[in-house]
């Protein structure tokens, strides 16, 4: 697989569900980072994880992330219409002097009110 | 809360034609990026800017691409002769400490070559 693949590819859920979305990768990480993006918008900041811990929370949002298995997933609990997005994963590399974030190919999240 | 900004947020161009397209990164912030996002596809990087040089550029950002950062705010990417394929979605990103930090995107610029 390519570094950076989510899954599942498209989520639909009632409102006030839980909805789980799942990141692998295959190289090592300095740091995984999620994303949201809204319908043809800007990607906004969610949540970063660094690779010596195993799960963080920000408010309704829970990341875990398991270095053996490179892999992380993203919980979102009582998900609201607004919820609505498109959620990525992207990952630092460990290397100094690689910088860039590598993205995965993206859950798409549909809320139904 | 401070964030980057971008102009324009939509640009349509006539293929072969330059544009510039223009960002102003969180003031503090010392690491820039470029970033692009064909529709429906992932976000790919393109290039990363530290003390006023290139740090790190992926195979896409070829000789038709150049970035700048001609003042203490902005940081330009050009592209000087557009193809098709470079329709897509621009995004800017900085970030204040390198290697570890996050990096906080722009709304990005939508770009349509016809």
């Known amino acids: 697989s390519q570094q950076g693949e989510e899954d599942p590819q498209a989520l639909s859920i009632q409102e006030g569900e839980n909805a789980t979305m799942n990141c692998s990768y295959k190289?090592?990480?300095?740091?995984l980072q999620w994303y949201r993006q809204n319908s043809g918008r800007g990607l906004v900041h969610l949540i970063l994880?660094?690779?010596?811990?195993r799960e963080k929370h920000s408010g309704r949002l829970r990341v875990t992330l398991d270095t053996s298995k490179k892999s992380s997933s993203l919980l979102i609990t009582a998900s609201r219409a607004a919820d609505t997005a498109s959620y990525f994963c992207?990952?630092?590399?460990?290397?100094?002097?690689?910088?860039?974030?590598?993205f995965g190919t993206g859950t798409r999240l549909t809320i139904i009110p | 809360e401070p964030e980057v900004t971008q102009t324009p947020s939509h640009q349509v161009t006539q293929m072969g034609q330059e544009v510039i397209l223009r960002c102003v990164p969180i003031?503090?912030?010392?690491?820039f990026y470029w970033y692009r996002q064909i529709l429906g596809q992932k976000v790919e990087f393109l290039v990363s800017?530290?003390?006023?040089?290139?740090?790190?550029k992926s195979e896409i950002f070829d000789d038709q691409f150049s970035v700048e950062r001609p003042d203490g705010s902005n940081f330009t990417l050009k592209i000087r002769s557009t193809k098709l394929e470079d329709s897509a979605m621009y995004f800017c990103?900085?970030?204040?400490?390198?290697?570890?930090?996050?990096?906080?995107f722009g709304p990005g610029t939508r770009l349509l070559v016809l």
């Open positions: 992207a990952m630092r590399p460990t290397n100094f002097g690689n910088e860039k974030l590598t």
């Open positions: 190289t090592s990480i300095n740091n």
């Open positions: 994880i660094r690779s010596n811990e």
């Open positions: 003031s503090n912030h010392l690491y």
């Open positions: 800017f530290y003390n006023n040089e290139i740090s790190e």
């Open positions: 990103a900085s970030e204040g400490t390198g290697g570890a930090g996050t990096q906080y």
